[in-house]
């Protein structure tokens, strides 16, 4: 079981930048993959970018490449999302998700995550 909690969420104008933190608590963060994806009004839950369990893969929407960066700190039970050159089409709920099944990679697909945190809202404004 683990908990998760996003926050670094808010209010930005088109170009700016925010960084995302996923916080987790309960059994140790290494055993988890981490997802974050997003979910704007009126659309469907998509994909974001994904983190291995070792952090040696990532993956990336097309959306967001090159614009979105997925890191994470073990000993800080922690995963960001830096987001850079915002657009007002990023604007959702964020959510980071884990799953304790070995991948071996970044893994996209929704279904495979156990676990996911509330969500923090972000709003590009144009």
């Known amino acids: 079981q683990v908990l998760l909690v996003e926050s670094g969420g808010g209010l930005v104008q088109t170009g700016g930048s925010l960084r995302l933190s996923c916080v987790a608590s309960?059994?140790?963060?290494?055993?988890?993959?981490i997802g974050w994806f997003r979910q704007a009004p009126g659309k469907e839950r998509e994909f974001v970018a994904a983190?291995?369990?070792?952090?040696?893969?990532?993956d990336y929407a097309d959306s967001v490449k090159g614009r979105f960066s997925i890191s994470r700190d073990n000993a800080k039970n922690t995963v960001y999302l830096q987001m850079n050159s915002l657009k007002p089409e990023d604007t959702a709920v964020y959510y980071c998700?884990?799953?304790?099944?070995?991948?071996?990679?970044?893994?996209?697909?929704?279904?495979?995550?156990?676990?996911w945190g509330q969500g923090t809202q972000v709003t590009v404004s144009s």
């Open positions: 998700a884990a799953t304790p099944r070995a991948f071996g990679r970044a893994v996209s697909s929704p279904f495979v995550y156990d676990y």
């Open positions: 309960g059994r140790p963060f290494g055993f988890y993959a």
């Open positions: 983190v291995s369990r070792g952090g040696d893969s990532t």
